[in-house]
């Protein structure tokens, strides 16, 4: 049940944010975005996987932050 909750709740919050900047995730907010996240150095990025989780889980955050 966790899983499907996560699953939504990242689903309605990519749809909220694509929404909100209609559809545009490459302009200077977003470019910023991803270096502080994930860093500028391409030997200290995060695996695939492991950059999906994490972008899945802003999305859930996100959600969660709208909903309050």
Known sequence: MGCLKFIFQAFMGLLT????????????YWRWRSETAFGSKAHRKPSRWGKIRAILAFAVWSWQMRRI
Not at 17 to 28: A, C, I, N, T
Request: aromatic content about 16%; overall charge positive; glycine content about 16%.
């Open 17 to 28: 944010l694509w929404l909100v900047h209609k559809g545009r995730f490459r302009g200077d």
